[in-house]
């Protein structure tokens, strides 16, 4: 059967994101029809989810204004997969470090932002991921870091600090899994996922 993907198109790297799940949905032998989402009522048939990057403050003010945000949360709450990236990955938290960012309380972590430096400091380094056999190559641009974690699972960790986390069907990552061809973090979201429901994959019960 064919999945609906949505992306939070509010802010960041949306076309970057579909074209990701697309690949990433031909590699696992699926079928997917993206949408972008700017507006409530779309996420309810989404089968999965992605959450990009830009400013946290920014996107947590929008998702919530167009009536998103409580979407997104019973989308989780239904046990659908969400992949929330770099600034997706502050709003998706439960402590954002940030009294301007009304965070959804998906994972259980504490978030630093820009963590890892400004623009100017991007950098790609190799990742072991806890479920990839090679490392990845992570893309960071003003990335965050993980200060604490509860009761979400490091997937991977830059300078003994974590980026990139998963509790139940949300996986969080401090970098863009969607600037580069590698597409094993979405797999990892979206068709690996243990914790998650998709149709069509045997759910973990």
């Not at 820009?114 to 950098?123: H, L, T």
Request: net charge negative.
């Amino acid at each position: 059967m064919s999945l609906t993907a949505g992306v939070v198109a509010v802010q960041g790297d949306v076309e970057e994101h579909a074209a990701a799940i697309e690949r990433t949905a031909r590699a696992h032998d699926r079928e997917v029809t993206v949408r972008e989402i700017r507006e409530s009522g779309i996420v309810p048939d989404c089968d999965l989810l992605a959450m990009p990057g830009g400013e946290s403050t920014t996107i947590s003010r929008l998702i919530r204004n167009e009536g998103i945000a409580p979407e997104i949360r019973d989308h989780v709450a239904a046990g659908k997969p969400l992949l929330a990236t770099c600034a997706g990955l502050i709003v998706a938290s439960s402590d954002p470090n940030d009294d301007r960012v009304d965070q959804l309380g998906l994972l259980d972590v504490s978030v630093e932002r820009n963590a890892f430096g400004r623009q100017k400091d991007s950098f790609e380094a190799p990742l072991e991921v806890a479920g990839l056999d090679e490392p990845y190559p992570a893309v960071f641009i003003r990335a965050p870091a993980i200060d604490s974690v509860g009761d979400a699972e490091v997937l991977a960790s830059w300078n003994d600090r974590p980026v990139a986390v998963r509790q139940g069907p949300v996986v969080g990552t401090a970098f863009h899994p969607e600037l580069t061809p590698d597409s094993r973090i979405h797999g990892l979201a979206f068709f690996e996922n243990e914790g998650a429901r998709v149709p069509g994959i045997e759910e973990a019960q």
